[in-house]
């Protein structure tokens, strides 16, 4: 660590320097100077909210944009996102307290018979970190996984992941005992994985591919935000 980043103490930062100080560190995936960010705006009389939307969200949006433009990588992107969690940590329960309103839910799963789970689990940190909760089913999921979680937790979204082409088709699966149940209208469904496409989305009835993590959120924040304008309507 050179001189220059030693003199750097966050507690004499001002709140707008401190900030962008904190995006700075996400990007660089440095958890516990992310941990002291949020204690020192909390400190400071931040509400929760705003510390999880200003500052965590907004670095976390631009890890996610560099992620899309291949200028970051996912084992960077796992360390700024393992930094947020830090953050989270901190932050959840104070916002389960206040009631603080969420972008979204979504339970995430990888497919029966795939037990791949690095991108699902890059999908779920980058989410959170845009402000979604996130309700992660694991690996290896059968039908009955899917649809006990989707009446459990009612989310906005659920999400599936698969890596082998042999457990591509139970995506279709899981949709199709949906639409069985009368269930497929009530949710977004979202897709990806590395050998999916846009075409085996459109055909097995998804609602959107998603080729990776930061398109993800991009998608989710989409279709949620036009689900909510809908109901508003």
Known sequence: ???????????????????????????????????????????????????????????????????????????????????MKGGMAILKPLLAETGAPRMGTMVIGTVKGDIHDIGKNLVSMMMEGAGFEVVDLGINNPVENYLAALEEHKPDILGMSALLTTTMPYMKVVIDTMIEQGLRDDYIVLVGGAPLNEEF???????????DAAVAVETAKDFVSRKHNSLSA
């Open 201 to 211: 989305g459109k055909a097995i009835g998804a609602d959107a591919y998603c080729r």
């Open 1 to 83: 660590m050179s001189e220059e980043e030693d003199e750097i103490i966050l507690s004499e930062l001002d709140d707008e320097e401190l900030v962008q100080q904190m995006f700075d560190d996400l990007y660089d995936g440095l958890k516990e100077e992310i941990e002291e960010g949020v204690t020192i705006l909390l400190d400071r009389g931040w509400a929760p909210y705003d510390i999880l939307t200003k500052a965590l969200v907004g670095g976390m949006t631009i890890v996610g944009a560099d992620f899309r433009d291949g200028i970051l990588f996912v084992p960077e992107v796992l360390l700024a996102a393992n930094a």
